[in-house]
C-alpha cells in the first residue's frame, strides 16, 4: 500500500478503524471502552498473518512509484495498492490538462504492473458536484477521464453517508437510505 496522502500510522489506523466500526479519535485518543478492546484484540488476532506493508515514504512522482512496483514484484508481492492518483506527477513533462498527465501516469504504471505480473489499484478521488445520484460511473472520478482509458476495470465505491445530509433526509422520505451499506458501480471491464 503506496501513501501518498497520509502517514503509515493514520492509514492503518484508518483501516482498524472502518473495519471494527470505532471511530479513529476514540483510538487515537485511548477512549475506549471494554467492548471496543475485545473488537480491536479480535482483529489483531484474525489479521495477524496477513503480509501488509504500508509504504508512506514514497515520493509522488510517477518514476519512484513506478519503482516500488517493480521492487514489489521482485520480493513477491501481488498487489500494490496506490493511494491516491491525484497526488502523483510526472517530472520532466509538460501536459495541457491535469488529466493528459493522470493518463500518462496510469498508462505507465498499469504497463509496468502488467509487464512484472502484479495487481495494480490506483486509488482515486470522486468528483464533488453539487448533484449527487444513486449511482457513480468513470465519469465521476476527478480529472480521470484519460485515466480510465488505459485500465482494464473502473469500479466506483462509495456510501450513502457520503452524500450530503440535506441530500439524505430528502431522499429518505421516499426510501431510507442505509448509511452501513457501500456501493460499488464498476462502469468499465476488459
Do not use: N
Not at 128 to 144: H, M, R, V, W
Amino acid at each position: 500500500f503506496i501513501s501518498l496522502e497520509m502517514s503509515a500510522e493514520l492509514a492503518f489506523m484508518r483501516a482498524i478503524s472502518r473495519r471494527i466500526d470505532i471511530s479513529e479519535s476514540k483510538i487515537m485518543e485511548g477512549s475506549v471502552s471494554g467492548s471496543d478492546i475485545s473488537k480491536i484484540e479480535k482483529l489483531v488476532q484474525e489479521t495477524s498473518g496477513l503480509p501488509l506493508i504500508i509504504d508512506d515514504q514514497c515520493p509522488s512522482d510517477v518514476v519512484s512509484i513506478d519503482r516500488r512496483i517493480r521492487a514489489a514484484a521482485k520480493e513477491g508481492i501481488k498487489w500494490v495498492v496506490v493511494d491516491y492518483l491525484q497526488l502523483m506527477h510526472y517530472p520532466g513533462r509538460k501536459f495541457d490538462r491535469l488529466s493528459l498527465e493522470l493518463g500518462a501516469i496510469t498508462y505507465q504504471l498499469h504497463r509496468t504492473a502488467q509487464r512484472f505480473g502484479i495487481g495494480l489499484i490506483l486509488l482515486a478521488q470522486i468528483k464533488k458536484t453539487g448533484e449527487f445520484t444513486t449511482s457513480k460511473t468513470k465519469d465521476d472520478i476527478k480529472d480521470g477521464g484519460d485515466s480510465v482509458q488505459a485500465v482494464d476495470v473502473v469500479s466506483v465505491i462509495w456510501r450513502p453517508h457520503d452524500i450530503p445530509e440535506e441530500e439524505r433526509e430528502r431522499r429518505s422520505k421516499d426510501s431510507p437510505i442505509r448509511d452501513d451499506v457501500m456501493r460499488i458501480e464498476t462502469s468499465k471491464h476488459r
